[in-house]
Each structure stands twice: as structure tokens, then as C-alpha cells.
């Protein structure tokens, strides 16, 4: 069983993986300033709370926060006594970042990017709900074609209860209609369906560019996929796991002694 974790600007999400089935997940506040020795401390103190204690043989990270990764590293590497695998645009996946400047794509659509293509095997679009919304689209070959960066719910609600000094913070949860009648169901249904308007539209315009004849899966993932699978309409699978998953295929083509390396590569 391995480690694997998808470190994002505002929550770290901690997995186990059996293979490729995650076994167990956490979310975590992101902090940067945590050092090896106390991110240890946390991870240690999530793998005991199990019925079980797992034997860790290695661990995996994608994250797009430079500053937290040495600790994660470290710290993992201190619980599984192995070196850790730091997923980003240098590793040699069997991908293709076909944009500009591909070191600036994030390790979370590269890591989405290898997921898509190796578990559905066709063009994929990919919805992250996290910090920021992002659409990647990817190819069934595992090319990421580039795609969109839209700011996320929690942003944009954040935003509007910073600079409007009468409208209270609310819990961004989708309303039970759009006309509104009280000022918290104003807001819900202006954040929130207003950001699966956005994303369905988003959706259709990239099939509406897509460079080929093929119609691509639109697969949600982050920590809101859940919330917005039942408002939006353009999604065809909903998979909270997609990351942590792609982190673990990864790990399997990455790490030297890995059993199933060749296995997962063919």
C-alpha cells in the first residue's frame, strides 16, 4: 500500500492506495509553513487512527504549492523509509504536454491528464473543483492539449462576502430554486448555479473546439465534484478519486522497485 497525496492551494488531500483502489482519503488544511518534522506528525497520526496499521512501501505527490512540497517529502519518506515520488512536468510519464511552457503546467492536470487517458482510453475533458476550477482536455493517446482556469466556487463566494459590506458569509450549498427570497438564497443561487451555468458553458464551448471528430468524456473531480455532479449537466462521470488515482499509476511507472511497473505500463 502506498501514500498518495494531491497537495492544492487551499486543501491537501491524503490517500492510501491498494493498487490502484483508494482505501482511504483525508482533506487537510494546506499550510506551508508546517516543516517535515510536524506534517510527519499528522500523517502519522492518520495512518494510526486505522483499525488497522498499513505497510507503507512508498509514497507519491502532486502539488502545486513549491513551498509545501520538501515537507511532504520528507515527511513521507520518514514514514515509509523509501524516497518519495514528486510528480511535475520534468517526469517522464508517458504523456504529452503539447502547450507553450509545459514546466508551468500544474502536477494536478498533468497527474489528471495520465489518469484520464490510462483508465478511459479516449478524449477526455476534465473538471477540477478545487481552488480553481480547471477544464483539461486531454487525448486518448495521454496528450493535454491545454485548456481552461476558472477562479473556483469558494473563491468567488469569498470574493463577493469581502467587498460587499452588507451581505453576509453563507454556506455555498445549491438552493432549492433560483428566485430567491431571502438574501442567503440570493447568494447561493448566484455563486452556485451561477458557477455550474458557467462550467456547462465552458464544456460546450471546448467540445465546440475540440481538434477532432470524437466527442469527449467530461469527468468531475476536487473536492466539490460531489456538490455540483446533481446542478450541472455536462458531466458524465463524477470521480472524486481521479488524482489521487492518477498518482498512484505514477507511482507504479515511476518508483524503481516497483512489482507492477511494467504491468501498468504496457
Known amino acids: 500500500m502506498i501514500l498518495v497525496i494531491d ?15 483508494v482505501r482511504e482519503r483525508w482533506r487537510l488544511t494546506t499550510d506551508a509553513s508546517r516543516t517535515p518534522d510536524e506534517v510527519f506528525l499528522v500523517l502519522h497520526a492518520l495512518v494510526a487512527s486505522l483499525p488497522t496499521r498499513p505497510n507503507l512501501t512508498g509514497a507519491a505527490i502532486g502539488s502545486v504549492v513549491p513551498s509545501a512540497t520538501a515537507s511532504l517529502a520528507g515527511a513521507c519518506e520518514k514514514i ?16 504529452k504536454l503539447a502547450v507553450d511552457e509545459p514546466l508551468t503546467v500544474g502536477a494536478d492536470r498533468i497527474i489528471n491528464t495520465l489518469a484520464a487517458s490510462r483508465i478511459h482510453k479516449r478524449d477526455c475533458i476534465v473538471v477540477d473543483m478545487g481552488t480553481a476550477t480547471t477544464f483539461d482536455c486531454i487525448t486518448a493517446d495521454g496528450t493535454f492539449l491545454g485548456g481552461v482556469i476558472a477562479p473556483g ?11 460587499t459590506s452588507k451581505l453576509p458569509a453563507t454556506e455555498l450549498i445549491p438552493p432549492k430554486k ?31 473546439e475540440w481538434p477532432n471528430k470524437s466527442t469527449p468524456l467530461v469527468i468531475c473531480t476536487g473536492g466539490l465534484a460531489a456538490r455540483f455532479s446533481k446542478i450541472c449537466s455536462s458531466f458524465d462521470v463524477v470521480d472524486p478519486d481521479l488524482t489521487l488515482v492518477g498518482c498512484a499509476i505514477a507511482y507504479e511507472l515511476l518508483a524503481p522497485s516497483s512489482s507492477s511497473k511494467k504491468k501498468t505500463a504496457k
Not at 466556487?153 to 467587498?163: H, K
Not at 448566484?190 to 460546450?204: F, H, N, T, Y
Open 80 to 95: 515509509t523509509g523509501t524516497p518519495t515520488i514528486v510528480i511535475d512536468g520534468r517526469s517522464p510519464l508517458p504523456i
Open 178 to 208: 433560483v428566485i430567491g427570497t431571502r438574501t442567503d438564497e440570493c447568494i447561493r443561487a448566484g455563486v452556485v448555479l451561477g458557477a455550474a451555468e458557467s462550467i456547462d458553458g465552458l464544456v460546450r464551448r471546448i467540445k465546440m
Open 7 to 21: 497537495a492544492g492551494n487551499s486543501e491537501t488531500t491524503v490517500g492510501l492506495c491498494d493498487g490502484l483502489a
Open 153 to 163: 466556487v469558494q473563491i468567488a463566494g469569498e470574493s463577493l462576502f469581502r467587498r
